[in-house]
Structure formats: C-alpha cells, structure tokens
C-alpha cells in the first residue's frame, strides 16, 4: 500500500497535466483499508501522505482501495461491486476519481 501511495504522490509531483486539478484549498482523503488507514492531503503544493489518520476528511474510502490506487479499474464501479464504501460528497468523489486515473501507473505495451 506505501509503494503506491508514494508512487501517485510522485506521479502529481511530476505530471504537468495534472497540476490544474489540484485544488488550492486542502482536500483530505481518508483511506482505510486491512493495511491500515492512511490520510492523503491534496492541494496545489502536492500531495502529503499519513499514516496518521486523525483529523477532518472531506472523503473516505474504506475496503479494498489497493486496486484503485494501481490504477485497475474505476472507483464507481469498485463501490457498485461492493469492494468499496465512499462516505464524502459526490464532487469529491468525482474529482479523486479523476486524480486517481492520472496517477495510475504507465504500463507499456498497451
């Protein structure tokens, strides 16, 4: 779970086309998942990662959040599947539905 959390944070450090969505204010997104509970948050300075995950949270995924971050498949289907709970409002979800498809791994090949 670390290594692809620290890959997308590399990934909105280093992807000059994603810098627009990231927000000026701090969105807080809070992962919770067998491995643990991580808080991301998210603004125009780039991404923080915790381990800490006290605090306020505008988003939270809970259950299988592994494959979402590997870029495999959408988080809307994952939580139509049941393999994930989102608790936040829609916008959110949308827009880090979004920032997770542009952080997902390149994979070559394809």
Known sequence: MEEKLFAMQAACQDRTHI???LPREPVRVL???RGGSWLLTIS???????????G????KLSGEVEPLLAGEGQLR?????GAVKISGFYRFQLWFESLLWLCRPYREGK
Do not use: F, K, Y
């Not at 306020?56 to 988003?59: A, C, E, F, I, V």
């Not at 289907?77 to 599947?81: A, G």
């Open 19 to 21: 810098w627009p969505l």
């Open 31 to 33: 992962l919770e998942c």
């Open 44 to 54: 125009d300075q780039g991404m923080d990662v915790s381990n800490n995950a006290s």
């Open 56 to 59: 306020n949270w505008q988003l």
């Open 77 to 81: 289907l994952h939580e139509r599947m």
